[in-house]
């Protein structure tokens, strides 16, 4: 693949400029706060929030708002553009602290980047809940208060709102298709449940915004880039699917669920279609139970498979396709934004 464009910011220089972003747009949302009454205690509570929510993450879909705007506009972009774009990268960082919160709650689990989930704090619990719903509505009070008078403010505010409701779908269909027995459980719904809980607010979301801010995100630019976003997040999911049940926490920060959860991911899909009559029947006795013989039963299933050497196969023909996609996109803005994209998300996770 092509060389990056040298605007993209080094790791180190995006993600410092991402969390000093954070810290501003952390006092703008408190300023608000403090106008409309509420008190220290109170506020300082929102803080510890997105502190914690955005902390000891690599903020990727921040720094991809970021890099993408200087990808695109190159070093013409201004001072003031850099900052607003800062900003909307920002607004991704609390959605996704905001979804975090609520997935882990959902999920069960019990830390997150090698923390306690913000909902298994003691002084927290399921306040977390309304937290997450701040969190989110904050995003519309930064937009409110800094862009209503840019020409793109009727797209950004649309298209956060569309990627929350992708997303809330996406979530739902994975919890809809968790209490379907395996058998019923298919690729089509994998593919639909990746497409909205993942690739639509991780991947398009990201870079369609300095698109529609620098008014560049034409109709057909959108639909194309929309489309190779679906691709990378199927791709991206299923990673996170294989980590959860053979990533080293230490490494992930946090402790896989889907087996006890009946998740409808990557590893089971597989196994299913690799198992033999009696292979599956231990699955299907045993995947979803929340007791750790039922959970070993089920990886040692994983392991007779050999299912990370399956996964490492079917990784690399998707990168593989992944790849080609993006080299004929048809347009160049798309193609050199995915290269960014993919630059910071594909790291080789086996
Ligand atoms: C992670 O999937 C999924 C998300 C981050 C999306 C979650 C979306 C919601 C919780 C929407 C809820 C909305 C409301 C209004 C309550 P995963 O569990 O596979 O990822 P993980 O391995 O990081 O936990
Ligand atoms: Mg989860």
Partial sequence: MAALPTTTLPIATSTQTMQATITHVRRLIFDHFEAIGLEPEAIQRI????????????????????????VIRGHDLSPAEAEDVGKLGCLVELM?????????????????????????????????????????ASIYLILK????????????????????????????????????????LNWKQYEFITAKKT??????????????????????????????????GFIFQARDDFLDVYGDPKVTGKIGTDI????CAW???????????????????????????????????????????????????????MTLMIENATDSVVKDSMMCLLSKYFKDPR
């Fill in 47 to 70: 803080a510890d929030c997105i502190d914690i929510g955005t902390e000891g993450g690599n903020l990727l879909r921040g720094r991809t708002v970021i890099d993408t705007a200087r």
């Fill in 260 to 263: 006890q959860d009946h998740k």
């Fill in 267 to 321: 590893p089971v899909l597989t196994a299913m279609s690799l198992c033999d009559d009696k292979q599956k029947l231990i699955l299907m006795e045993n995947y979803g139970k929340d007791n750790p013989a039922s959970v070993s039963k089920v990886k040692a299933i994983f392991d007779e498979i050999n299912l990370p050497k399956a996964f490492k196969e079917w990784d690399a023909g998707r990168v593989a396709e």
């Fill in 96 to 136: 996704n602290a905001a979804f975090v919160i609520w997935d882990d709650i959902m999920d069960g689990s019990t830390t997150r980047r090698g923390k306690p989930c913000w909902y298994r704090r003691e002084s927290v619990g399921m306040r977390a809940v309304n937290d997450g719903c701040v969190l989110k």
């Fill in 199 to 232: 690739a639509y607010y991780s991947m398009y979301l990201p870079l369609a915004i300095p698109m529609l801010y620098l008014g560049l995100g034409t109709p057909e630019r959108l639909k194309e880039l929309y489309d190779i976003s679906m691709k990378v």
């Fill in 145 to 184: 208060s800094g862009f209503r008078n840019h020409p793109a403010y009727l797209n950004l505010v649309e298209l956060f709102e569309d990627a929350c409701l992708h997303t809330e779908l996406g979530q739902h269909c994975d919890a809809v298709a968790a209490t379907k027995s395996l058998e019923k």
